[in-house]
């Protein structure tokens, strides 16, 4: 299984900003689309956004939800991608989650067979 290490989260105040960090090995990161997904407590694990790979359009896929406040990237020297998070809400409060993705667009976060710890974000109004 490839590992997935997320870090980053914590406790913010709404409209203040945070960047995620996730970390991995063991494949070939530049050939793989990334992703970040999200789960609030009692509710499914949600898409919020996706990066393609590099040395194609490096597209970029986000949840409505979060367009325009959060950007997600990706370093493949490093192996890491990224998510951005500005003029956060307490809505955005959940625990999150990369994932290297079947493809871009694929929203979906049925199937994978494995998943890291996630990081916690706790937003309060």
């Known amino acids: 299984q490839v590992p997935l290490v997320e870090s980053g989260g914590g406790s913010v105040q709404a409209g203040e900003s945070l960047k995620l960090s996730c970390t991995t090995s063991?494949?070939?990161?530049?050939?793989?689309?990334m992703g970040w997904f999200r789960q609030a407590p009692g509710k499914e694990r949600e898409f919020v956004a996706g990066?393609?790979?590099?040395?194609?359009?490096?597209?970029?896929y986000y949840a409505d939800l979060v367009k325009g406040r959060f950007t997600i990237s990706r370093d493949d020297g490093k192996s890491t991608a990224y998510l951005k998070m500005s003029n956060l809400i307490p809505e955005d409060t959940a625990a999150y989650y990369c994932?290297?993705?079947?493809?871009?667009?694929?929203?979906?976060?049925?199937?994978?067979?494995?998943w890291g710890q996630g990081t916690q974000v706790t937003v309060s109004s």
């Open positions: 990066v393609g790979v590099s040395w194609a359009d490096n597209t970029t």
């Open positions: 063991g494949f070939l990161f530049s050939d793989f689309a």
């Open positions: 994932q290297v993705l079947r493809s871009v667009n694929d929203q979906s976060a049925s199937g994978y067979p494995y």
